[in-house]
């Protein structure tokens, strides 16, 4: 069974979605991680800030790192978010994941998302099912 930054790793390779946004990992440990992305012109919405979903996808790409990292299959059946600071083009986020509690198919992680200056700009919170299936 594939555990920690190998797992990362794979999902990662076939994450198409997180690519795109540019998204890296940083620091992977099992049932947490930190991953990162820069805030690029094409992000923003209207108003000249981040579109909330950039925070959203970070967090969620986070959570599905975090809760498949310890080499079993997971997949989130419940999120939310807050967004407390805005974002700007060119601004380094870094999203931290951890986990809070599990049981044996459950597991709660919290996901705090922070610029380059250490600000928190958001919180996210998540649960997951756990499956039957493990990472190989």
Same mark, same amino acid.
């Given at each position: 069974?594939?555990?920690?930054?190998?797992?990362?790793?794979?999902?990662?390779?076939?994450?198409?979605?997180?690519? @795109?946004?540019?998204?890296? &990992?940083?620091?992977?440990?099992? @049932?947490?991680?930190?991953?990162?992305?820069?805030?690029?012109?094409?992000? %923003? #919405?209207?108003?000249?800030?981040?579109?909330?979903?950039? *925070?959203?996808?970070?967090?969620?790409?986070?959570? &599905?790192?975090?809760? #498949?990292? #310890?080499?079993?299959?997971? %997949?989130?059946?419940?999120?939310?978010?807050?967004?407390?600071?805005?974002?700007?083009?060119?601004? %380094?986020?870094?999203?931290?994941?951890?986990?809070?509690?599990?049981?044996? *198919?459950?597991?709660?992680?919290?996901? &705090?998302?922070? @610029?380059?200056? @250490?600000?928190?700009?958001?919180?996210?919170?998540?649960? %997951?099912?756990?499956?039957? #299936?493990?990472?190989?």
């Amino acid at each position: 069974m594939l555990k920690g930054k190998q797992v990362v790793d794979k999902m990662l390779s076939q994450d198409e979605f997180s690519k @795109n946004l540019g998204i890296s &990992a940083k620091e992977i440990t099992e @049932n947490s991680c930190k991953i990162s992305l820069t805030v690029s012109k094409s992000m %923003v #919405n209207g108003f000249g800030i981040a579109h909330g979903g950039i *925070t959203y996808s970070l967090a969620d790409s986070a959570l &599905a790192f975090a809760s #498949n990292s #310890n080499g079993i299959k997971s %997949v989130s059946i419940e999120t939310q978010i807050s967004h407390l600071s805005k974002v700007l083009v060119g601004d %380094v986020l870094m999203a931290e994941a951890k986990l809070i509690k599990e049981t044996k *198919t459950l597991g709660w992680y919290e996901v &705090a998302i922070l @610029n380059q200056e @250490n600000k928190l700009v958001a919180h996210f919170k998540g649960t %997951v099912c756990k499956t039957k #299936n493990t990472w190989e």
